[in-house]
């Protein structure tokens, strides 16, 4: 189902997108409990090309999102971009798990893509990621 903001032009679609933002609604709610070791969770239909909040409650959350159902999302803290040459050309981590994090005790908005396969949590330790559909 195509969202209000899509029949805006790009440049009015930031505007639009914002009056659509919407409170968590009852049984829209998915408190995720999140651990040291990654976990893989396909991404809920409804998530699909809209804007997710996700509030890293207890501890920050790495995230890294998959459009690709053969190539999971996978998550390490540890993960770094290899880096060779002059000028230094970086490539993707080994095994393409660089996640990006959401500090404790805040909270992101994420564009999900259309065809969002999966997505990969990990935490800097226990806690849990409030995520809830962010617009209408």
Request: net charge neutral; with cysteine; hydrophobic share 45%.
């Amino acid at each position: 189902m195509a969202k209000e903001r899509d029949k805006y032009t790009p440049f009015e679609q930031a505007r639009v997108g914002a009056l659509s933002l919407r409170a968590a609604i009852r049984g829209e709610i998915y408190p995720i409990t999140v651990t040291t070791t990654a976990k893989v969770f396909k991404v809920p239909d409804a998530w699909k090309g809209a804007l997710v909040f996700i509030h890293a409650d207890g501890a920050d959350i790495y995230y890294q999102i998959s459009t690709d159902a053969a190539n999971v999302a996978a998550a390490s803290i540890a993960a770094r971009a290899a880096e060779a040459g002059t000028p230094i050309v970086l490539t993707a981590p080994a095994g393409n798990n660089g996640c990006v994090p959401i500090a404790n005790g805040t909270a992101r908005e994420l564009q999900f893509p259309p065809n969002a396969d999966t997505i990969a949590l990990v935490g800097s330790a226990a806690c849990c990621a409030r995520a809830h559909l962010a617009e209408t």
